[in-house]
């Protein structure tokens, strides 16, 4: 099975080289030269654009930073849609407007190319690893078709629903993300206001019931002093704006969300845009007055 690949970040790439080390031909583009080099470098073919990478693939994924970008890569000139023929199989990695996928899955129906909206979760530690969770909307057969591809990128794959239902489950799953990034940040730095170490109260609660995958990946980091993404806070800001516009379109309240979405619209605003979205412990600094105390080996 020949695969493209389009959008090559910081999970892009990552992804791409774990089909490459599983064995498929693969052809890649990239705004970014630096990526396809790199790629091709391991013996991932080049592609000038989206269409030619279309040309030369029975599958092709996207993995781009908004819904602007992916349709303007799969349906704008030059696009995967003008390279690609019946039966070629379209996916998104990336995360978007559930609508859009929508949209895209029945632009390409007309030419016959199944679209999967498949927006993954894992950060960067599960695209460079391969065990990435991933959700995914739209025809059956066709995920069925390339769960092999999907193997070599993920460790869950969940057929959630029709077109759309892959980007739904993302935002409910960034509801998620986001509320754990506040509350750690919030936790931490109540220990430390109230004279108790940080991380020893990470180190107490990690295995009751509030155990969840950001206390158990991300304290370790931010007591080091690393906020670099990972996953950037521009990106889980445009996702939460995702997820509240979602709600307003089906007449959902979530007041919880909204209020760390305002938070992470902060950190952009402080100048935070490219660190971690655990870096939002930064907003919470300023609130309190306090900076989150280092371990001694940091």
Not at 104 to 124: H, N, Y
Request: charged share 20%; aromatic share 4%.
């Amino acid at each position: 099975m020949r695969v493209g690949y389009i959008g090559l970040g910081l999970m892009g790439k990552a992804i791409a080289g774990n089909i490459l080390k599983a064995g498929f031909p693969l052809t890649v583009h990239n705004r970014s030269r630096s990526a396809v080099e790199e790629l091709v470098g391991r013996g991932a073919r080049p592609a000038l654009s989206p269409a030619l990478v279309a040309a030369e693939s029975d599958v092709v994924f996207t993995n781009l930073p908004d819904t602007p970008d992916v349709e303007q890569v799969v349906l704008g000139p030059e696009g995967v849609v003008e390279g690609g023929r019946p039966g070629l199989i379209v996916v998104d990695n990336s995360t978007i407007q559930p609508e859009a996928a929508r949209a895209i899955a029945a632009r390409l129906a007309e030419v016959q190319m199944p679209f999967l909206d498949a927006p993954v979760s894992g950060g960067d530690v599960g695209a460079r690893e391969g065990t990435l969770t991933i959700m995914v909307g739209g025809d059956r057969d066709a995920v069925e078709a390339i769960r092999p591809v999907f193997a070599a990128i993920g460790k869950s794959l969940t057929h959630v629903g029709e077109s759309g239902a892959g980007q739904v489950a993302k935002a409910c799953n960034q509801i998620m993300v986001a509320a754990q990034m506040v509350a750690m940040g919030e936790l931490m730095l109540l220990a430390q206001k109230a004279g108790v170490d940080p991380q020893r109260v990470v180190e107490a609660i990690r295995g009751g019931a509030a155990q969840c995958w950001t206390l158990d990946v991300k304290p370790v980091r931010l007591f080091r002093g690393e906020r670099g993404p990972g996953f950037k806070a521009h990106m889980m800001d445009k996702d939460l704006r995702i997820v509240l516009a979602t709600a307003r379109a089906y007449g959902m309240p979530l007041p919880s969300a909204a209020v760390h979405a305002q938070l992470y619209a902060d950190m952009l605003e402080l100048g935070m845009r490219d660190l971690d979205n655990s870096a939002v412990i930064g907003v919470l600094e300023k609130m309190a007055g306090v900076q989150l105390q280092l371990s001694d080996g940091a």
